[in-house]
């Protein structure tokens, strides 16, 4: 019986833990659910009423209906158009705003290009260095991983910025 109870207050710590999404608390009720003792003093946990009847019986969890109100929609028959001085995008604001971007990504690109040649660097240098308690060969290439973590960091951050300038001509 202690296993029972056990169990139960384990799927009730379950159930309680994790929240009902919104799309299922909106279109579906949650069941109530009684926890029960027979005559013999077995605890049982269900959620059909056909179950309570002759045991001794409380509620566990009783579903509570939400409202919530519905998304508005725009394609409404009386809905009105959007206005005709609604502020628009012009070819020259346009070329303006592309411009600023490439001067932008220009300069992170000479930077990364500059964070690179750094790191390449002081991945050189640590390679040349062998430390007197680095006699084992897998301590070397330890100490070596963050620097070389850090070139290819560089080299993906050029990379990705090469492939914005090349979209920004699209």
Same mark, same amino acid.
């Given at each position: 019986?202690?296993?029972?109870?056990?169990?139960?207050?384990?799927?009730?710590?379950?159930?309680?833990?994790?929240?009902?999404?919104?799309?299922?608390?909106?279109?579906?009720?949650?069941?109530?659910?009684?926890?029960?003792?027979?005559?013999?003093?077995?605890?049982?946990?269900?959620?059909?009423?056909?179950?309570?009847?002759?045991?001794?019986?409380?509620?566990?969890?009783?579903?509570?209906?939400?409202?919530?109100?519905?998304?508005?929609?725009?394609?409404?028959?009386?809905?009105?158009?959007?206005?005709?001085?609604?502020?628009?995008?012009?070819?020259?604001?346009?070329?303006?705003?592309?411009?600023?971007?490439?001067?932008?990504?220009?300069?992170?690109? /000479?930077?990364?290009?500059?964070? +690179? &040649?750094?790191? !390449?660097? *002081? #991945?050189?240098?640590?390679?040349?260095?062998?430390?007197?308690?680095?006699?084992?060969?897998?301590?070397?290439?330890?100490?070596?991983?963050?620097?070389?973590?850090?070139? /290819?960091?560089?080299?993906?951050? +050029? &990379?990705?910025? !090469?492939? *914005? #300038?090349?979209?920004?001509?699209?």
């Amino acid at each position: 019986m202690l296993l029972i109870v056990r169990l139960f207050f384990i799927f009730l710590g379950i159930v309680l833990q994790f929240p009902v999404p919104a799309a299922v608390a909106q279109g579906a009720r949650e069941p109530t659910i009684w926890s029960c003792r027979d005559k013999d003093g077995r605890t049982h946990v269900t959620n059909l009423k056909e179950d309570t009847t002759g045991k001794n019986c409380k509620v566990v969890q009783q579903s509570r209906v939400q409202v919530v109100p519905g998304a508005a929609q725009s394609a409404k028959p009386g809905a009105k158009p959007a206005p005709t001085a609604f502020p628009r995008e012009d070819s020259q604001a346009r070329s303006a705003a592309k411009s600023r971007q490439r001067e932008i990504l220009e300069r992170e690109l /000479e930077r990364e290009q500059t964070l +690179l &040649e750094q790191a !390449r660097k *002081e #991945l050189a240098e640590q390679e040349a260095v062998r430390y007197g308690d680095e006699r084992n060969y897998a301590k070397v290439l330890e100490r070596l991983q963050k620097y070389k973590d850090s070139v /290819e960091v560089h080299e993906k951050n +050029l &990379e990705s910025l !090469r492939r *914005e #300038l090349v979209n920004l001509d699209r």
